[in-house]
């Protein structure tokens, strides 16, 4: 129904940056919410950001002041920048999105990308 692709990740020093990119694809009517979550070993899959249908973004605490997440509903898009990296932040991180299908509701996940921040 939905396809979810991300792009980005890698391994970075303390302090560095990345930009993550999610491409949505496939069918659907609408696509709501959209977010990152991440993971790290042996730790719950928690929510880092997330933007709503009308660009409103909510963000954890924990990344508050140095993540950004951009939706672009033309290209039907999520990404997150990511600055100031911490080890802390070394995760798998996933692209989620809530979609609409002839009026049936569902959640689609990417297939997650890596990223390390060591120095």
């Known amino acids: 129904q939905v396809h979810l692709k991300e792009s980005g990740g890698g391994s970075v020093q303390p302090g560095g940056s990345l930009y993550l990119s999610c491409q949505a694809s496939?069918?659907?009517?609408?696509?709501?919410?959209m977010s990152w979550y991440r993971q790290a070993p042996g730790k719950e899959r928690d929510l880092v950001a997330e933007?709503?249908?009308?660009?409103?973004?909510n963000y954890a605490d924990s990344v508050k002041g140095r993540f950004t997440v951009i939706r672009d509903n033309l290209k039907n898009t999520v990404n997150l920048q990511m600055t100031n990296l911490k080890p802390e932040d070394t995760a798998v991180y996933y692209c989620?999105?809530?979609?609409?299908?002839?009026?049936?509701?569902?959640?689609?996940w990417g297939q997650g990308t890596q990223v390390t921040v060591s120095s």
């Open positions: 933007i709503q249908w009308n660009g409103t973004p």
């Open positions: 496939g069918s659907f009517d609408h696509i709501g919410a």
């Open positions: 989620k999105c809530d979609f609409r299908s002839l009026f049936i509701v569902n959640t689609a």
